[in-house]
């Protein structure tokens, strides 16, 4: 059974940092792209960031250079180092395979930026 856990999310501050993990479970997860997604509130889901197995990274016009994501293949986590932080970064964000398995979702984990 795949378990995505989302974890790290909060309330902060905008120009404030967070950092999201997420626990991959059930998957040989060292040969899967993996994505951090977000959803705020009346839109749709976007890919926000994704990384090959090999590391190679891209992002969204929205966060690049202000986001980073990484990987710990041992550990099977994928993390999304968020700096910078803007209102309309506010979402919950989600890990998954990219392309994303409908059937992964994860809860997500909430991010608000709010003075």
């Known amino acids: 059974q795949v378990q995505l856990v989302e974890s790290g999310g909060g309330l902060v501050q905008p120009g404030g940092s967070l950092r999201l993990s997420c626990a991959a479970s059930g998957i040989i997860f060292r040969l899967n792209v993996m994505g951090w997604y977000r959803q705020a509130p009346g839109k749709g889901r976007e890919l926000v960031a994704h990384?090959?197995?090999?590391?190679?990274?891209a992002y969204a016009d929205s966060v690049r250079g202000r986001f980073t994501i990484s990987r710990d293949n041992v550990k099977s986590t994928v993390a999304l180092q968020m700096n910078s932080l803007k209102p309309e970064d506010t979402a919950v964000y989600y890990c998954?395979?990219?392309?994303?398995?409908?059937?992964?979702w994860g809860q997500g984990t909430q991010v608000t930026v709010s003075s």
């Open positions: 990384i090959t197995s090999g590391g190679s990274t």
């Open positions: 998954n395979l990219m392309p994303p398995n409908n059937n992964y």
